[in-house]
């Protein structure tokens, strides 16, 4: 089962974890559900079971794969595996961004990029050019198409970037179903996805154990909460 530390250590120790599968999803047959085999991006860590997802709309890059879902709240101590937060601000009118190493490895060229804060308006800033991830140890740089219109994006207002994966008003991420067993998608250098399985619906599942969940997903997904538990048709 993926863990926190996926690494022995070299002085005797204890490290304190949890397993990520050690929790009942199900309240409903799992036989009953309807699922279907499906294929994560790479770099976005370990993706607990129960985790929503959304599915790549870019029109190149990893269209097509799944990535975790990224909710609405928006205090920066939420968490968000989703999304890459910038190191530095952007300038009013950059073609670019900075983001740490590991969360570079979250993108690929191809991919349409997607830029917000928790003040200024989302935007959609096309494909992917160029990842640069030698120039600097410390961080990465990310190119892309269209030049940021108008305003600057700061670390101060929590900005970050994403994979297009929904439309504009729903924060450009939708959900599209529930993910069943926790898998390990890889970090930074060593990325390199995951297969797992999707729960599409005719399901009731523990409301409790699920991950990134959030109003616009239960719309996305036509999901009803009652009581501890949640309802996909």
């Given amino acids: 089962m993926p863990t926190r530390s996926r690494f022995s250590l070299d002085i005797p120790q204890v490290v304190h974890g949890v397993q990520y599968d050690y929790k009942r999803l199900y309240y409903s047959n799992p036989d009953a559900a309807l699922k279907v085999p499906v294929t994560l991006m790479a770099g976005y860590g370990i993706i607990e079971q129960g985790a929503m997802l959304a599915?790549?709309?870019?029109?190149?890059?990893?269209?097509?794969?799944?990535?975790?879902?990224?909710?609405?709240?928006?205090?920066?101590?939420?968490?968000?595996?989703?999304?890459?937060?910038?190191?530095?601000?952007?300038?009013?009118?950059?073609?670019?961004?900075?983001?740490?190493?590991?969360?570079?490895y979250k993108f690929n060229v191809g991919d349409d990029l997607i830029i917000n804060d928790n003040t200024t308006a989302k935007e959609n800033r096309g494909a992917i050019?160029?990842?640069?991830?030698?120039?600097?140890?410390?961080?990465?740089?990310?190119?892309?198409?269209?030049?940021?219109?108008?305003?600057?994006?700061?670390?101060?207002?929590?900005?970050?970037?994403?994979?297009?994966?929904?439309?504009?008003?729903?924060?450009?991420s939708d959900c599209v179903g529930v993910l069943e067993k926790s898998v390990d998608c890889g970090t930074g250098i060593n990325s390199a996805g995951a297969v797992a399985t999707?729960?599409?619906?005719?399901?009731?599942?523990?409301?409790?154990?699920?991950?990134?969940?959030?109003?616009?997903?239960?719309?996305?997904?036509?999901?009803?909460?009652?009581?501890?538990?949640?309802?996909?048709?």
């Fill in 55 to 104: 599915k790549n709309l870019s029109a190149a890059g990893k269209a097509g794969l799944l990535l975790p879902y990224n909710p609405t709240l928006f205090t920066g101590a939420e968490d968000h595996p989703g999304r890459a937060y910038l190191v530095a601000n952007t300038g009013t009118t950059d073609k670019f961004v900075y983001v740490t190493q590991d969360d570079s």
């Fill in 129 to 172: 050019v160029s990842i640069d991830r030698t120039s600097e140890q410390h961080r990465a740089l990310i190119t892309f198409t269209v030049a940021i219109g108008g305003v600057a994006y700061t670390t101060a207002r929590k900005a970050y970037v994403c994979v297009e994966a929904g439309v504009e008003a729903n924060n450009y």
């Fill in 198 to 233: 999707l729960i599409l619906g005719n399901v009731v599942l523990y409301e409790g154990t699920l991950a990134l969940l959030d109003a616009a997903a239960k719309v996305d997904i036509s999901a009803t909460s009652f009581g501890q538990y949640m309802y996909i048709r």
